[in-house]
DNA sequence: ACATGTGAACTGCTTCACAGCG
DNA sequence: CGCTGTGAAGCAGTTCACATGT
């Protein structure tokens, strides 16, 4: 029906769980396209993602037509379209704030960056840190993130500091122009209705199941 | 109402939505009661939680009532409460398979300890790697699991390993008798349904603010 | 005949609003 | 009077089922 091409305006407001699986589609597509696959249906999508060929169907159906009906979806095609959708055809500027465990995990994995995500620079706070490098990636003091970013810009922030930094990281960010928020760090951080955030608490995940052996016995 | 003391057997299905919202909650407590709070009110747990009274109340209802009418919440009491409703009472038994930059870390972590989730053992499949120690901890050979799993019991099991390996890693902890399973590799795992999974998957986190920024223009 | 696209039905979580009790 | 506990209403996401196009 609706064929949308470039910077896109949709009618249906998207769930989450939408975005997610559509990130799980493009994944299974790359694998197909790798195979050498033509087309795939919304049933072998749907067995792959764990999930029903009608939910296929409907996730896609809020951006658009992509199949053919009687064939399915042509791989190369809907791998095109769901990179667009999500953003991944471009490359995002990413400032990681904190250089622990798990801002330099993050800045080292490869596969990352393979995904459009560039680590910029990364900023800490402590003096025996600030002046290092990573690779490539210098290391900075996190005082000067917000003069920074006025030089260059910055998509993405990464919160990996201890939980009792995390929301005045987070207002450095906001305050240096930073739309889209990931915090790693346990704690709730408020900001503006116009900056994106997601929080991944592993904390919480591991409660989750203890809460699920705990009650196992139901 | 009801109010249950011990292993427990809920009338309702419990939303994973709540079970989320209940750990921050008990965050919140465990604050609270530092700084000597007596009692709480669900509005103000609402506020620390970025969600609704109504939805407070509603979370705590599933287990029982709590509360007292025109005062709230006993501190101590329902951080009590929170803990034996998500099994935080006792220490969790810990396997991580994968000695890599995840599996390290999370073995490290001391926050992860004082949660009661006591990591007994790391395994992996590099010679290199089996047969060192990480602190007190030592690195097995990921085929020994299962025999291990025989004397040594684990509650819970940690894929922190390539995508590749994941299902293989799954399956050999759902054979060597573990019921929880997190699973940090970017692929989808396939287990029996008395078998429990959560998978975080940091690149779909990424994607998901990846398509929040390609859509702000909305 | 086959697989998509979608309105309609359904399910389940959230919000509302108020009765009930301290 | 204040705040909890909870049915009832509302809403969002999922599933159903079928008309439609190839």
Redesign the interface.
């Known amino acids: 029906m609706k064929n949308f091409t470039s ?4 009618l249906k407001r ?1 769930p ?1 769980s939408t ?2 699986r ?3 589609y ?2 299974f597509l790359e694998e197909l396209e790798d195979s050498g696959e033509a087309t795939v249906s919304s049933d072998v999508l749907a067995r ?3 999930t029903t060929s009608a939910q296929v169907r409907k996730d896609l159906s809020i951006f658009g037509s992509f199949g053919k009906r009687g064939l399915g979806y042509f791989v190369p095609e809907l791998t095109t379209r769901l990179r667009e ?4 055809g471009r490359d ?1 500027h990413v400032a990681i704030v904190g250089a622990g ?2 801002g330099l ?2 800045a ?2 490869p ?2 960056r393979e ?3 560039h680590v910029s620079a990364l900023y800490d706070a402590s003096p025996a840190k600030v002046g290092t490098r990573l690779d490539s990636i210098p290391v900075r003091d996190v005082h000067r993130l917000a003069s920074d970013a006025a030089k260059e810009h910055f ?2 922030g990464v919160i990996a500091v201890p939980a009792d930094d995390a929301q005045f990281v987070a207002d450095t960010m906001v305050a240096a122009g930073i ?2 928020i ?1 915090n790693f760090a ?1 704690a ?1 951080i ?1 900001v503006p209705a ?1 900056v ?1 955030t ?1 929080t ?1 608490n ?17």
């Open positions: 910077p896109i305006s949709y998207v989450d975005v997610r559509l990130s799980l493009l994944g792959l993602g764990g959708i999500l953003g991944l995002w465990k798990i995990a993050l080292q994995y596969g990352f995904k459009g995500f998509d993405i739309k889209a990931m346990p709730q408020t116009d994106v997601r991944v592993m904390g919480l995940e591991f409660e989750a199941l203890s809460f699920a052996l705990a009650n196992l016995s139901k």
